[in-house]
């Protein structure tokens, strides 16, 4: 049986991967200096790393490992489904079991009439599978001139061409001459940032009345759908204002224009609720999932539609789909992921005990002289660090420069905590305990205060 390297030494593992493994979103020649950071197992909220290094994983992974690491259930399921069915597919009229009990697992768990789920192996892929989707649908309705969909600056759908198209990062799409045409942008609602004088509630408002000012720029006959996360993730956990999602609901509804809502972080019970979308009052035509899905133990994602979407769809061939679409064994351990999280009622335990404590920590850190802000919707939350916190001012450095160095203190720290730009950002496995939360917060803390030190120390710490 093939044995994994782990028992090489760390510095040869390091130059190993630095000689052959290409890695996403990292400087190659950055990360060959330092070596990466070789993680070897994982228990609960706890990373192990090839040094014996035990970490508090603040981030649950990338978003995803909801149910926390080491769920020997989820093991045994996928051994019990490859010794069964490996693999079959799910195209020209074929299916098994795995596949149709989580699409009616789905169904079940998602609001409204979402009652239908194509799959994919992510979230990315569920997003393109998203915009030929919408495009198909409103095609088969005869009105194939509805193509253009409006999303966001700063969002965050995935990186295949589709979803970095859908994505507003301009860094992303400078790579590959993106977006792809008919996805257009509005700003996005953060405050912190760019709301100036204006008061939150109001500027939610006006952020979400972009919508309704880009929808008669481009002709409402034109315009296929809006997309966007109930609370960016990727772009740095930014809560929206209250006011926002309930006058952006107001407008597709009244445009009739499709609402897709990418749950691929806020999904399976991230915000306290099954979905983003509950907390934030929003019904949406097709939501996007992955990560928490499966908790990340395997790759899997899903665009679930509404009961009208599929009748139009179902009219047509609808020439898309994956090889692994719906994989036998990523559905069943979905599957297990799922009664782990309903059966242990690990959505109670995020609204009654872990979201709330986590709340009173994170917002305590606003004492903290660099943090101006702190944000948190379940169990996400962000801080903005600033050297003025009236002022709400940036720092005098590029954005990021003051993230980076927090960043590596509290890597040096063990504590895995992002940073983007000088926000902040954690979203730890759900099943953290309040002593956990403990460790983690004063990880942070000491995390900052270093990062203090430092400035100083640089001359950093100065407004722009
Ligand atoms: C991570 C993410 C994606 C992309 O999912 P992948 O599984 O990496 O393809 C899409 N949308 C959101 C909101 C995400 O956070």
Redesign the pocket.
Known sequence: MTTMANHLPTAELQALDAAHHLHPFTNGHELAQKGARVIKSAKGVWLKDSDGNEIIDGMAG??CVNIGYGRDELADVAARQMRELPYYNTFFQTTHAPALMLARKLAELAPGDLNHVFFST????A?DTNIRLVRTYWAEKGQPERNVIISRWNA????TIG?TSLGGMKGMHGQGGLPIPGIEFIDQPNWWVEGGDTAPEEFGLERARQLEAKINEIGPDKVAAFIG?PVQ??GGVIVPPETYWPEIQRICDQYGIVLIT?E??CGFGRTGNWFGSQTFGIRPDIM?M??GLSSGYQPI?ASVVSDEIAQVLSGTDFNHGYTYSGHPVAAAVALENLRILEEENIVGHVQNVAAPYLKQKWEGLLDHPLVGEAKIAGMMASVALTPDKAARAPFASDPGVVGQICRDRCFANNVIMRHVGDRMIISPPLVITPDEIDILIDRARLSLDECLAQLEADGLNRAA
Do not use: F, P, R
């Open positions: 990338l978003w992510g979230g990315s892929d997003n965050y759908h995935g990186s979803g996360e993730g990727a990418d691929v972080i996007t992955a990560k994602g």
